[in-house]
C-alpha cells in the first residue's frame, strides 16, 4: 500500500467509515507492512476514550454485562467500541458467539463497532495485538471501549493491562470461590461485579471479596496520594439489566478519580513503558531480519542445534553480536 | 555465581542430585544472570529423552494419565520426569495440587522428579520456560519426560510444540465435543486418548476423531515420505489403569515411527528454529539496556507516549537505531 493510500485509509476510518476500519484491523493482525503506519497515523487521534476492560471465570456472565454496558452508554449518546478477546479458541473452537450473530440487533449503529479476537501473530502477544486494535476503533471515534476477555489466564492479565479500568466479573456458585482468586486479580480489579446478584449466595461473594480486600490491606491498585481508590463490589443481573446504572455510575466516580493527581497518566504510562519494551524488541528482530540473520540460516542453526552439534545460547549471542556489528 | 559454581551445579545435577536441580530451575526461572551459562552446560547432555506432551480439555483426567503412565515406565525400570504447566493459575490458584502432593507415593524414588510451572518470566513466554527446565530436567537423567498442560489455549499448542510426541486426551460428555476441537488441536496430535472410556460416549468421541479425520484428510503431524503416521486414539480408564499399556505402546510405536526418516530431527529443528527466534530477540534487547536504552528512559518515552507527545512507532524505531548504531 502506498503512503498516500495508507493515509486515506485513515482519513476513511476517522469519518466513521466501518469497511475502512475493518480493512485496517485486518492489516494490523496480519502484521503486514504498513501496519506501522497505519497505527502511527491514528496514534495522535486516541487517548480520548475510556477504556474499560472486563475479565473474570467462564460463566459469569461477562458478555451478557458488556452487552448491557454497551446499550447503556448508547442510550447516553455515547459511541462504543467492544473487542472480544478469547485466547482459548484454537481448542474451544470459540465460546463466544461470532460478532454478527452476537451484536444482531445493534446491526446498522453507526456508534457501534465489535470485533473478536482470537489469533496471536507471530510478532507479538494477543495482548499487543489486542492494544494495536484498541487504537484503531479508538481513533474512529468511539467515547468507550469494551474490551472483554473469555478465560481468565496470564493472557488476561496482559490485557486488563490495557484499559483505564478494569472490571472483574464473579458470580455466585460457579464454583470460583473469592478465595481461589489470588495476587493476578486483586492486582487487576478496579471494580468487583457481583453478576447473577439474584441467585442464592451473592451475599457470600461480596462477603469473600470484603474479606480478601481486608486480608490484602489492598487501597486499589492506581493508589497512592490523595484518597485511595478501594475497588467496589457492584452487583448485577445481566440478564433483565438490573445493577448496570449503578454500575456504569461506579465507572463514572473511578473515571473521575483516575482524572486527579494525574493517575490516569501514570497508569497510561506504565502500559506504555510495557508496550515499548515489546516493540523495541520486534523492531530490533525487524533490523536482525534485514541485516544477515535471514530465516535460512535460522534454519541452519536450528537443525545442527537439533543433531546437538550447536548450542543454542552461543548461536543466539553470536548472532545478536553479527547483527550489532555489521549495522 | 562464579563460573567454577556454576560448572559444579551442573555436576551435581548431572550426578542425579535432587536438589541441586531444584535450584538450577529456580536460577532458570527467575531469570538469573548465570540462568544461560547453566543452560548452556547442561545442552550437551540432553536430546536422549522422550518428551511426551499431554494436553487436552480441563477434566478429561490428564494427571491422572499422566501418574499412570509414569508409573509403568518406572515399573520398566525408566527414570521419569514430570513438569506439570498451569498458565491459568495466576486466577484460578491452581488447578493442580502441589507438586508433593500428587506425587506423594513417589517420594524418596530417585528415578523420578515433578514440578509444576505456573509463572511466565519477562523474558520469555511460558513456553521457552517450560522448555528451559524441560532441558534441565532432561540433563538430570531422565529418560522420559512428560510434559503436562491444564489448559486448552494458545501457551497449551506453544508447549506441545516442545513435545516429540503429543497426546491429546479427551473424555465422554465433557461438554467438549471433539467437532469443537478446531485446527490447533489437529495440528498437533499425535496420539488421542478417550479417556474415562468406561463411561456412555466413549464410542461417539472416537467416531468423532475419525471423522474429523477423515474431513481433514490430514495424515498427521510429522507426516511425509514414507509410511504416513495417522494418529491413533487409545481407550483408558486412568483411574484404574485400564489401557495404560496400550497407550505406552502406541507412544513406543510413535517413537519408532519418528526415529525413521530423520523425523525427530526435523521436528525438533523445527521446535529450535522457533526457539532461536525468540532467544534472538531477547538477546537483542539485553545489548539494548547494555547500550543506551536503560529503563529510565523507556520510562521516560512511556510518559511522553501517554501524553501523546511522542508517537510509540517513531520512538521504537528511533531506539532500535541507536541500538544498532552506538554498538
Known amino acids: 500500500m502506498e503512503p498516500k493510500e495508507t493515509a486515506a485509509l485513515v482519513e476513511r476510518l476517522r469519518a466513521g467509515d466501518v469497511r475502512a476500519l475493518a480493512r485496517a484491523i485486518t492489516l494490523v493482525e496480519n502484521e503486514a507492512d504498513e501496519a506501522a503506519a ?14 474499560v476492560g472486563i475479565t473474570g471465570s467462564p460463566g459469569a456472565g461477562k458478555s451478557t454485562l458488556v452487552d448491557r454496558l454497551a446499550g447503556r452508554w448508547r442510550a447516553d449518546g455515547r459511541t462504543v467500541g467492544v473487542i472480544a478477546v478469547d485466547p482459548s479458541s484454537p481448542f474451544t473452537g470459540g465460546a463466544l458467539l461470532g460478532d454478527r450473530i452476537r451484536f444482531q440487533d445493534r446491526q446498522g449503529d453507526a456508534g457501534f463497532y465489535a470485533r473478536s479476537m482470537a489469533t496471536r501473530g507471530s510478532l507479538g502477544g494477543l495482548a499487543q495485538a489486542t492494544a494495536d486494535v484498541a487504537l484503531l476503533i479508538e481513533a474512529s471515534g468511539k467515547d468507550a471501549l469494551l474490551i472483554e476477555t ?16 478494569t472490571l472483574v466479573v464473579l458470580a455466585p456458585g460457579m464454583g470460583d470461590d473469592v478465595q481461589s482468586l489470588k495476587a ?18 451473592a451475599d457470600r461473594v461480596e462477603r469473600e471479596i470484603r474479606a480478601m480486600q481486608s486480608l490484602a490491606q489492598n487501597s486499589g491498585p492506581a493508589g497512592g496520594a490523595g484518597a485511595p481508590w478501594t475497588p467496589p463490589a457492584v452487583r448485577t443481573v445481566a440478564t433483565t439489566g438490573e445493577g448496570v446504572d449503578r454500575l456504569a455510575e461506579t465507572i463514572a466516580r473511578m473515571q473521575a478519580w483516575m482524572s486527579e493527581e494525574n493517575r490516569l497518566a501514570k497508569r497510561r504510562a506504565r502500559h506504555w513503558q510495557r508496550r515499548l519494551d515489546s516493540m523495541l524488541r520486534t523492531e530490533l528482530m525487524r533490523c536482525a531480519r534485514r541485516h544477515g540473520v535471514a530465516e535460512d540460516e535460522l534454519a541452519r542453526h536450528a537443525a545442527r542445534i537439533a543433531a546437538s552439534e550447536e548450542d543454542p545460547w552461543s548461536v543466539a549471542s553470536a548472532l545478536a553480536k553479527k547483527v550489532l556489528e555489521e549495522k
Chains 1, 2 share one sequence.
Not at 497505519?38 to 477504556?51: E, I, K, N
Not at 473469555?150 to 479500568?165: H, K, Y
Not at 486483586?186 to 453478576?195: C, Q, T
Request: with cysteine; proline share 2%.
Open 150 to 165: 473469555v478465560g481468565v489466564g496470564q493472557d488476561e492479565v496482559e490485557i486488563a493491562r490495557l484499559a483505564d479500568v
Open 38 to 51: 497505519l497505527l502511527s497515523a491514528c496514534f495522535p487521534h486516541t487517548g480520548g476514550s475510556l477504556r
Open 184 to 201: 493476578g486479580v486483586m492486582e487487576i480489579a478496579d471494580i468487583y461485579v457481583v453478576n447473577k446478584a439474584d441467585r442464592d449466595g
